[in-house]
């Protein structure tokens, strides 16, 4: 059966960086995008960005260009995403999600706590 | 990017009744419109993708319709583990994605 799953909670200073893996199982890993999703307590679900595991090729969302990076290591269906100069308002839970050619995300994994405090 | 809107933000409902959420899409995305469900603590759940296919495995009381710009999740008969939040999500743009800003769902 598909399963992502992820790395475990991280806590981290203001101004560090953290970086979250996804191992996917079940389904050949390059064969769908793979989308990152985060979720702060109590609020809605926040896009980050976007990755083709076969070609490397990756999207961001605007508000988090030059601070996100994803990418992947194909040799063990990983996919990593890492957050720089963390600051209290990304606090939150990560989630990596596989997406269907038709863009809706079939798979989520359990999700990532990333806790930012001084 | 396409800003999706759902109404209500919140509702309470009793077991038994049909219940309708509304998602609004700020320009035409055809039927490239899902819908999730997420429990407390939990990673969200495809229900309906493509704006009324059902995701294998999910009840039929839930149902999906609209195209355009104008969607509705309907549960025919609501049932105390469909307490959770809802969030519709368009796919016609992917980059980015994005989602409502959610409806969470009480039982009376």
């Known amino acids: 059966q598909v399963q992502l799953v992820q790395s475990g909670a991280e806590v981290k200073k203001p101004g560090a960086s953290v970086k979250v893996s996804c191992k996917a199982s079940?389904?050949?890993?390059?064969?769908?995008?793979i989308n990152w999703v985060r979720q702060a307590t109590g609020q809605g679900l926040e896009w980050m960005g976007w990755?083709?595991?076969?070609?490397?090729?990756?999207g961001y969302a605007q508000k988090f260009q030059g601070r996100v990076t994803i990418t992947r290591n194909t040799s063990i269906s990983t996919a990593y995403m890492q957050l720089s100069s963390l600051r209290s308002e990304d606090t939150a839970v990560y989630y990596c999600?596989?997406?269907?050619?038709?863009?809706?995300?079939?798979?989520w994994g359990q999700g990532t706590l990333v806790t930012v405090s001084s | 990017d396409i800003q999706m809107t759902q109404s209500p933000s919140s509702l309470s409902a009793s077991v038994g009744d049909r219940v309708t959420i509304t998602c609004r899409a700020s320009?035409?995305?055809?039927?490239?419109l899902n819908w999730y469900q997420q429990k407390p603590g939990k990673a969200p759940k495809l229900l309906i993708y493509?704006?009324?296919s059902l995701q294998s495995g999910v009840p039929s009381r839930f149902s999906g319709s609209g195209s355009g710009t104008d969607f509705t999740l309907t549960i025919s008969s609501l049932q105390p583990e469909d307490c959770a939040t809802y969030y519709c999500?368009?796919?016609?743009?992917?980059?980015?994605?994005?989602f409502g800003q959610g409806t969470r769902l009480e039982i009376k």
């Open positions: 999600a596989r997406e269907d050619s038709s863009g809706y995300v079939d798979y």
């Open positions: 079940g389904y050949t890993f390059t064969s769908y995008d």
């Open positions: 990755m083709n595991p076969n070609s490397g090729n990756t």
């Open positions: 320009q035409s995305i055809s039927s490239y």
């Open positions: 493509a704006a009324s």
């Open positions: 999500q368009q796919s016609y743009s992917t980059l980015p994605i994005t």
